[in-house]
């Protein structure tokens, strides 16, 4: 079942005035169908998710904002698996969630990288882990799979520190190579919670650029959790507004502008108009506004 848009009338006018189209249809891999969460039970019960059904179509890039603890990441750990939902049901690649090995690639705010570990190393762990890679790992991890880690810290400008620990490298380094390590398994969903969240101004946009590149060669559905706005309308080409907790899909709108986008794109008044309206409504759903559809 696909999200109704329950988009009050003033909020339809500013969306439209932003530029933001309606999403299409096309090949769902992520669906979900009335799912609500609450963590605990009885008295202590958080409701954290109110019910909410909607679907992201496979190779899209879906940028996922909303107030603190409206339940954005809780979203993340459902597609993940890493969560049962409390009700409802949560599909992926038209499988519910724990019935197919879908291989998905993740990364923090914080980078996670094994300290013990090379870069190259890091970046090679899924190989080692993810199925149907780690079959082979004994005999290609000094081969292909080395190569395919290597071409992949060349993209984001890492392989002269292939061969250096985590902690010799800056924050927005150890961020490539865990974007790195997210995508050397070829996932078909990546799942990305506030990656550069730690890093500052620059170097945020430096990565943006390395993302949108990445995203464009290999197409793999991305749910980005962000809190920065503009980081939203740079790289999402769909953005998804949430309500205060309990959380629930309040504006559900596509982006587009052309790509690739480069920091002129965010100059451009439709960038701004577009991230002033996010601004306003993720202000209307702090203060409860807008909450029920
Ligand atoms: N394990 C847990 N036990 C109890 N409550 C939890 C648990 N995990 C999350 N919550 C609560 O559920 C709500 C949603 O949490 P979630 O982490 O999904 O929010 P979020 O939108 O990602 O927040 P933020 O933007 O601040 O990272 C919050 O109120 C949080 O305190």
């Known amino acids: 079942m696909f999200l109704q848009n329950a988009i009050p009338a003033e909020t339809a006018e500013l969306t439209t005035a932003a530029g933001l189209q309606r999403p299409g249809a096309a090949w769902p891999i992520i669906e979900f169908e009335r799912v609500?969460?609450?963590?605990?039970?009885?008295?202590?019960?958080?409701?954290?998710?109110?019910?909410?059904?909607?679907?992201?179509?496979?190779?899209?890039?879906?940028?996922?904002v909303g107030p603190s603890g409206?339940?954005?990441?809780?979203?993340?750990?459902?597609?993940?698996?890493?969560?049962k939902a409390s009700s409802g049901h949560v599909f992926v690649a038209r499988r519910e969630v724990g019935a197919e090995d879908v291989r998905i690639g993740m990364a923090f705010q914080n980078p996670t990288l094994l300290p013990w570990l090379s870069i190259r190393k890091n970046v090679m762990l899924p190989l080692k882990i993810a199925h149907p890679f780690r079959k082979d790992w004994r005999?290609?991890?000094?081969?292909?799979?080395?190569?395919?880690?290597?071409?992949?810290?060349?993209?984001?400008?890492?392989?002269?520190?292939?061969?250096?620990?985590?902690?010799?490298?800056?924050?927005?380094?150890?961020?490539?190579?865990?974007?790195?390590?997210?995508?050397?398994?070829?996932?078909?969903?990546?799942?990305?919670?506030?990656?550069?969240?730690?890093?500052?101004?620059?170097?945020?946009?430096?990565?943006?650029?390395?993302l949108?590149?990445?995203?464009?060669?290999?197409?793999?559905?991305?749910?980005?959790?962000?809190?920065?706005?503009?980081?939203?309308a740079f790289l999402a080409n769909r953005i998804m507004v949430m309500s205060a907790r309990p959380g629930r899909i309040l504006v559900d709108e596509r982006?587009?502008?052309?790509?690739?986008?480069?920091?002129e794109t965010t100059v451009q008044p439709e960038f701004n108009t577009l991230t002033h309206t996010l601004r306003g409504l993720i202000v209307a759903a702090r203060s409860g506004g807008g909450a029920q559809p």
């Open 255 to 263: 982006v587009d502008f052309p790509r690739p986008r480069t920091l």
């Open 212 to 232: 949108q590149t990445l995203w464009m060669e290999r197409r793999p559905t991305v749910l980005l959790v962000t809190h920065d706005l503009r980081e939203s």
């Open 139 to 210: 005999h290609k991890r000094k081969g292909e799979y080395r190569d395919r880690a290597d071409a992949l810290l060349a993209k984001v400008g890492l392989l002269d520190f292939a061969d250096k620990f985590p902690w010799q490298l800056s924050g927005g380094m150890q961020q490539r190579a865990s974007l790195c390590r997210a995508l050397i398994h070829d996932p078909t969903l990546l799942l990305l919670d506030e990656p550069f969240g730690a890093l500052d101004q620059f170097t945020r946009e430096e990565l943006w650029a390395t």
């Open 36 to 64: 609500a969460v609450s963590y605990g039970r009885d008295a202590a019960a958080t409701q954290a998710l109110a019910e909410s059904s909607f679907r992201i179509d496979v190779g899209d890039f879906i940028a996922l």
């Open 70 to 83: 409206c339940g954005k990441s809780t979203i993340l750990k459902l597609v993940a698996g890493l969560l």
